[in-house]
């Protein structure tokens, strides 16, 4: 299995940025489809990225789209989510999570087998 720890999350005005990372250990990480997911107060979680094994396919949430981007590194087991133009919409516990299902991810959170802890991201207006 694998162990997922993010970080990066905190506190932003709207029109900030702020890059969150989530370090992998244990079975190999570029096995694994990786993707991002977020929820707010009072709301389901929701899907905002994914990325495939090699880093080659990317999709994104109409919410994220031109404004998000995901990137992994394989060598360094760690995946990551620039949030640029951040509004207030944003503020959300941020998780990431692993899949070896697919070779692209999905954008269902159920087709994911591991998680992380969550961290915070709160945008101010």
């Known amino acids: 299995q694998v162990q997922l720890v993010e970080s990066g999350g905190g506190l932003v005005q709207a029109g900030g940025s702020l890059r969150l990372s989530c370090a992998a250990s244990g079975r190999t990480f570029s096995s694994y489809a990786m993707g991002w997911f977020r929820q707010a107060p009072g709301k389901e979680r929701e899907f905002v990225a994914v990325i495939g094994r090699s880093g080659s396919i990317l999709r994104y949430a109409d919410s994220a789209k031109g404004r998000f981007t995901i990137s992994r590194d394989n060598a360094k087991n760690t995946l990551y989510l620039q949030m640029n133009s951040l509004k207030p919409e944003d503020t959300a516990v941020y998780y990431c999570?692993?899949?070896?299902?697919?070779?692209?991810?999905?954008?269902?959170?159920?087709?994911?087998?591991?998680w992380g802890q969550g961290t915070q991201v709160t945008v101010s207006s």
């Open positions: 999570a692993a899949t070896n299902r697919h070779y692209s991810g999905s954008s269902y959170d159920y087709e994911y087998d591991y």
